[in-house]
């Protein structure tokens, strides 16, 4: 099968090989993936019996990971005003991998529920001590939950912001 999906693909500006995928099935964005297609379909059908096959805790690890990877990807997209994801709706996402309540997290870290339930809903900012928790529990980066907090609020300034600063403009003033 694929054989029948790449090629070689001669660079001319480098010696060496590149693979260029036909079909396009791996989502390399060379061509649209046809989620109808025998291929696509038997991909599906074999991610599908390769999760069966996990164990519970190989499916949470995965979720994690998952999660985890759309956090890095949140961080490094080009995202809108209107399209902001606040550091809570992963938080909520990884309770439900886990198997866990707000609740329960709340109390494990000593974190009132009600400033846990402001931060899913983004009413409240992460710290780094609840950063540097969420990293130990989920095996997160703190970072990447700063990243996230300080990326929206970046976002947010820039939307709001009036004023227009230059180089120019500082030397003409200071001259």
Not at 36 to 57: D, G, T, V
Not at 128 to 155: C, R, T, Y
Not at 163 to 172: D, E, F, H, W
Request: proline fraction near 2%; avoid cysteine.
């Amino acid at each position: 099968m694929k054989d029948n999906l790449t090629k070689p693909v001669r660079d001319n500006k480098m010696s060496n090989q590149n693979t260029t995928n036909i079909g396009g099935i791996n989502g390399l964005g060379e061509s649209l993936i046809n989620t109808n297609s025998l291929e696509f379909r038997a991909l599906k059908n074999m991610i599908h019996e390769s999760f069966q096959s996990q164990s519970e805790e190989e499916r949470i690890a995965n979720s994690l990971l998952s999660i985890r990877f759309q956090m890095e990807t949140y961080i490094n997209a080009s995202i809108a005003l209107e399209d902001l994801i606040v550091p809570g709706f992963f938080v909520e996402k990884l309770l439900e991998a886990v198997h866990v309540t707000k609740k329960q997290l709340a109390a494990y870290v000593h974190y009132e529920y009600t400033n846990l339930i402001a931060l899913i809903k983004g009413r409240r900012k992460i710290n780094s001590d609840l950063a540097i928790k969420l990293g130990q529990i989920f095996g997160i980066d703190p970072v990447i939950w700063l990243h996230i907090e300080s990326k929206n609020e970046l976002i947010q300034a820039l939307s709001s912001s009036k004023q227009t600063l230059s180089l120019q403009g500082l030397l003409n003033k200071a001259s």
